[in-house]
């Protein structure tokens, strides 16, 4: 199993800039896509930004234009790089990663960190 720990959260005033990491650690083949989501509270998990194995992005249409995803292929990293941050973007954001590991295709999920946005 393949462990995720997300950093970078905070409080920002609105229209600041924030951006998170995500490492990994544990045996894996191949890495099909890596993601971020969000929740915000009494709302459900929603897809953010992903980007796959081969560099393709895609992101929610409420981020589009503020937000950047990127990745470490070789240390299996994700980044997300927030700026003109809103207070609607505020909510625990979620790293996510699609990989294979010894023929089974699996995901895991970081613990969350807290992003808040203040107006």
């Known amino acids: 199993q393949v462990q995720l720990v997300e950093s970078g959260g905070g409080l920002v005033q609105a229209g600041g800039s924030l951006r998170l990491s995500c490492a990994t650690s544990?045996?894996?083949?191949?890495?099909?896509?890596m993601a971020w989501y969000r929740q915000a509270p009494g709302k459900e998990r929603e897809l953010v930004a992903s980007?796959?194995?081969?560099?393709?992005?895609d992101y929610a249409d409420s981020v589009k234009g503020r937000f950047t995803i990127t990745s470490d292929n070789v240390k299996i990293q994700v980044f997300l790089q927030m700026n003109s941050l809103q207070p609607e973007d505020t909510a625990v954001y979620y790293c996510?990663?699609?990989?294979?590991?010894?023929?089974?295709?699996?995901?895991?999920w970081g613990q969350g960190t807290q992003v808040t946005v203040s107006s």
């Open positions: 996510n990663v699609d990989y294979v590991v010894l023929g089974s295709r699996r995901d895991s």
């Open positions: 544990g045996r894996l083949s191949l890495i099909n896509r």
């Open positions: 980007i796959s194995s081969g560099g393709t992005t």
